[in-house]
């Protein structure tokens, strides 16, 4: 049994429960649930180890909002390995020798570091397991934006849940997934709009410091504000280009190029390309 998220609440109301990335989109995503008067039972962030300093220093700054809108404080959440000897992305990368499976147009990555810790959490909250119970599945909240290529993402994601229904995964319906800026019809200059409506500064993208979907000015501006952070993740591309594996399909970091090629490169020769991957 399904139920809507705008109904009148009954014995077994289906949990809110927001994915938050601490970006644009899902703060909007926040914003935009207070304007409208929807409130969230429960808000999750998971933690990779490898965030920017920036973002972690907006947790303080949305945590306070949160505070003050009367929204429940974020729950955060990370990968607790049972036999690995790394708790973190960056660890399994030096451990493996390897890179982030995006660098290979892979996306274990996140579903290892952020969905799978997201999803162990809620496994043992009360109100997922009362409204499982009832047959209700759990609303999870999504941060995609209305513009071109989260739509596309949505889609692609949508697929995915739909084949795993198909192949009758248990899992499979546990979760209602709910794109609200999307429903809402709210795209990246809105969430912008959004967010400083609201008083808060708008947060940077995202991203783990040596996330392949990187553009090059991104990571000249690691290179610059945080240069131990980016030697960090040379040390990552070149020990997945010596080690025991070596690279075979892909550069380095940049799939295309390596980041090391970016050390002595001016910060105002850098330009992007037109298509760039978000992650």
């Given at each position: 049994m399904q139920t809507d998220l705008f109904a009148p609440d009954t014995s077994h109301p289906a949990p809110l429960v927001v994915s938050y990335g601490l970006g644009v989109d899902s703060t909007a995503m926040l914003v935009a649930m207070h304007e409208r008067g929807l409130r969230p039972d429960l808000i999750l962030f998971a933690d990779t180890g490898a965030e920017k300093p920036e973002t972690y220093a907006y947790m303080d700054t949305m945590s306070a909002w949160l505070s003050n809108v009367g929204f429940p404080a974020i729950s955060v959440v990370s990968y607790k390995p049972t036999r690995a000897p790394y708790e973190t992305l960056e660890g399994k990368c030096l451990t493996n020798e390897t890179l982030p499976s995006l660098a290979f147009g892979g996306h274990s990555c996140s579903l290892v570091f952020k969905v799978a810790p997201q999803d162990k959490f809620l496994s043992s909250w009360t109100p997922a397991r009362n409204a499982w119970a009832a047959g209700v599945r759990v609303q999870k909240c999504i941060g995609y934006d209305n513009g071109p290529q989260d739509c596309r993402r949505r889609a692609k994601a949508d697929k995915a849940v739909a084949k795993k229904e198909a192949e009758g995964h248990a899992d499979a319906k546990l979760y209602e997934y709910r794109y609200l800026l999307q429903e809402w019809g709210i795209d990246r200059e809105e969430c912008i709009r959004l967010i400083e409506r609201a008083g808060l500064p708008v947060p940077m993208k995202s991203a783990c410091f040596f996330c392949p979907a990187s553009k090059k000015s991104e990571i000249v501006w690691l290179r610059d504000?945080?240069?131990?952070?980016?030697?960090?993740?040379?040390?990552?591309?070149?020990?997945?280009?010596?080690?025991?594996?070596?690279?075979?399909?892909?550069?380095?970091?940049?799939?295309?190029?390596?980041?090391?090629?970016?050390?002595?490169?001016r910060a105002e020769a850098v330009t992007d390309s037109a298509e760039t991957l978000r992650p």
């Open positions: 504000k945080h240069p131990t952070l980016f030697a960090r993740a040379i040390k990552i591309e070149q020990l997945a280009q010596t080690g025991k594996h070596q690279l075979q399909t892909t550069k380095g970091l940049g799939r295309t190029f390596a980041w090391a090629e970016l050390v002595d490169v």
